[in-house]
């Protein structure tokens, strides 16, 4: 357990070297940092459905469905982002792009963890399911804000070799975004209402599309 604070604390520092030589933390070390930390907010997010009556199951599925959200959209990312940086002419340096992407998923994740307590405190505030999806929403939109700083510190290296590299950077956030939205969608139930039946899959979750419902929630929150 020692060894992941400060595996983590390596994230947040920006302590991982880009050289593969002497790296301070390996993909192994941070994919379990992305289990261990989106899981435990998973786990906090999930009890929103507890705390309505909802079986405990509800916590133990969005404990596994916060990593799966996280290294779910870096896998159906990571190829597309590949071909980009070939077709740029960058496609030595995708070793070093591949850590520093997957160093940001470990740092979205450290982030939602932190922010775990303060997603229980607002659950005591407010029983609304609407809100409470909205809120979540923006705890996941501040941590990865949070992140981007690890890996604009990762990205320094490659830009101060290729100045392509910032160009690329932004044109992974906007397939990020894109991606994550619809696979939070694909993943739900996330919270567990209390007014439905518990199930790892919603029965529409193939049928329609996020960003429809990404507008519904905002209308519900802020009206």
């Not at 030589?21 to 435990?40: E, K, M, N, Y």
């Not at 922010?115 to 996941?140: E, K, Q, R």
Request: proline content about 3%; overall charge positive.
């Amino acid at each position: 357990m020692n060894s992941l604070w400060i595996h983590a604390d390596h994230v947040l520092r920006a302590r991982y070297q880009n050289d593969i030589g002497d790296s301070a933390l390996r993909w192994p070390q941070l994919l379990v940092i992305v289990g261990v930390c989106g899981g435990g907010y998973g786990a906090m997010m999930g009890m929103f459905g507890a705390v309505g009556g909802a079986p405990s199951w509800q916590m133990i599925f969005a404990a596994m469905k916060v990593p799966l959200l996280l290294l779910g959209t870096f896998a159906v990312s990571i190829p597309s982002f590949f071909v980009m940086n070939t077709l740029a002419g960058v496609r030595r340096d995708f070793g070093e792009v591949w850590r520093a992407l997957l160093m940001t998923q470990a740092g979205v994740a450290i982030c939602l963890a932190s922010l775990g307590p303060i997603t229980l405190l607002w659950y005591c505030s407010s029983a609304n399911y609407a809100v409470a999806v909205g809120f979540n929403g923006g705890m996941f939109l501040i941590a990865s804000i949070c992140a981007q700083s690890i890996m604009r510190g990762q990205y320094r290296r490659l830009i101060s070799r290729n100045k392509r590299h910032w160009k690329l950077m932004y044109v992974w956030w906007i397939t990020y975004a894109v991606v994550a939205i619809q696979m939070a969608w694909l993943l739900r139930p996330l919270l567990g209402n209390p007014h439905a039946a518990v199930r790892f899959f919603r029965a529409d979750a193939f049928q329609q599309n996020a960003y429809e419902a990404v507008i519904r929630i905002i209308r519900a929150t802020l009206w």
